[in-house]
């Protein structure tokens, strides 16, 4: 696999979403336009009872923004809508009506750990370490922040935001609610989400979709926090601070 792509497949009522991009999935705009667009496809389409949020390859789940478009951001118009990308899809994942089960099969960075959150059920392998490196280049966890805060609680994600150097081990963040179920292998994974999200769907769809709304109480005004947050982020990474860190980072 060498060219990105987010793709579709419905299976037994499940709809499996899939990204993939060669730089360990890390997501440029386009992708993660693709990716916001196609979750909230999935939720209206009457063939699917339940997504499955998944990534291509066998090691990263996720490693966060695109790094070549971050370090070519020269204005803050630019900045906002970099940054709005991941915020499009995690309020893609927040307002749609059904279950999203996340499959997280390697370490997961930044964004990555946003998408992870913005899941209604995350199950993980041993190996799906996670990080918040956004304080390592000089911006910060801004625009997933929330989502990460809704999941870990605000001591477990300001730990993980401030160590920004440190992978935090799957069962750490099983331990602090982001991960349901933590397995050995990737194929011991891939069976157990399969047969959970079949599962789901032999329960009433308007059960779910209410459970979803009432798990989701509270973040009505997302749409407008995380473009603030992305305005944020935007601002931060014109700094000079910023530039000469990504220089290092080149």
């Known amino acids: 696999m060498t060219q990105p792509y987010v793709k579709q497949t419905i299976e037994n009522e499940v709809g499996y979403i899939e990204f993939f991009h060669p730089a360990h999935n890390s997501l440029p705009g386009d992708l993660l336009s693709q990716l916001a667009d196609t979750i909230t496809e999935a939720g209206e389409n009457e063939a699917i009872k339940v997504i499955v949020l998944k990534s291509g390859g066998n090691r990263t789940f996720c490693a966060g923004a695109s790094f070549k478009e971050l370090i070519n951001i020269n204005d ?11 915020a499009n899809v995690i309020n893609a994942m927040r307002k749609c009506p059904k279950f999203i089960i996340g499959r997280v099969q390697g370490k997961t960075v930044g964004g990555g750990v946003g998408l992870a959150s913005a899941t209604d059920y995350c199950m993980a392998t041993n190996f799906a370490a996670i990080k918040l490196s956004e304080l390592n280049v000089g911006i910060g966890p801004f625009v997933v922040g929330p989502a990460v805060q809704r999941k870990l609680g ?8 401030i160590d920004a150097n440190s992978f935090y081990p799957a069962e750490w963040a099983k331990s602090k609610g982001l991960f349901t179920q933590v397995y050995e292998t990737t194929e011991e994974l891939d069976a ?21 709304t009432m798990f989701w109480a509270g973040t009505e005004n997302w749409d407008t926090l995380l473009a603030e947050r992305a305005a944020i982020s935007g601002r931060l990474v014109l700094s000079d601070f910023t530039k000469e860190t990504l220089k290092r980072f080149k």
């Open 76 to 86: 803050e118009d630019t900045g906002k809508v970099f940054f709005s990308g991941f």
């Open 154 to 161: 605000l001591s477990g994600m300001s730990q993980i935001a």
């Open 192 to 212: 157990e989400v399969k047969a959970f999200a079949e599962n789901l769907c032999n329960y009433n769809p308007e059960a779910m979709r209410d459970m979803k």
